[in-house]
C-alpha cells in the first residue's frame, strides 16, 4: 500500500513560490508516476503536472513554463516547484500515484491520493 504525505504549502502573495513535497512509503516509488493535482473551493481536482520514472514531464495549460515537477527516487519524494504564483492558483494540491506506469491526467486514473496541502496566493 502506497501512502503519500504531501508539505509545503502556505501562504504567500501573488508574483511568488512555493516548493511543495510528497513523500512517498509502502512501494517501489522509482517505478510509479506520479502526478500533482489541485482543487479549488467548490470546484472539480485539476490536473497539475506528472512526472514518469525517468524523468519525462507533462504539465496542465494553466501551470505551463511557471510550475516545475521533479522528483528525487533515491529520497522517494517528488517535488513541485511553483512560481510566478497567481490568486487562482490558490487550492488544495494532492499528490497522488496511477495504478498504470504512464502519464495519465485524469483524477479517476490515479488509485493512490495524499491528504492535500493547501496553498493560498493573496493578490
Known amino acids: 500500500q502506497v501512502q503519500l504525505v504531501e508539505s509545503g504549502g502556505g501562504l504567500v502573495q501573488a508574483g511568488g513560490s512555493l516548493r511543495l513535497s510528497c513523500a512517498a512509503s509502502?512501494?517501489?516509488?522509482?517505478?510509479?508516476?506520479m502526478g500533482w493535482f489541485r482543487q479549488a473551493p467548490g470546484k472539480g481536482r485539476d490536473f497539475v503536472a506528472a512526472?514518469?520514472?525517468?524523468?519525462?514531464?507533462y504539465y496542465g495549460d494553466s501551470v505551463k513554463g511557471r510550475f516545475s515537477i521533479s522528483r528525487d527516487n533515491a529520497k522517494n519524494t517528488v517535488f513541485l516547484q511553483m512560481d510566478s504564483l497567481k490568486p487562482e492558483d490558490t487550492a488544495v494540491y494532492y499528490c497522488?500515484?496511477?495504478?498504470?506506469?504512464?502519464?495519465?491526467?485524469?483524477?479517476?486514473?490515479?488509485?493512490?491520493w495524499g491528504q492535500g496541502t493547501q496553498v493560498t496566493v493573496s493578490p
Open positions: 497522488a500515484a496511477p495504478s498504470v506506469r504512464r502519464i495519465v491526467t485524469t483524477p479517476g486514473e490515479y488509485t493512490y
Open positions: 512526472i514518469t520514472w525517468s524523468g519525462s514531464t
Open positions: 509502502g512501494g517501489t516509488f522509482s517505478s510509479y508516476v
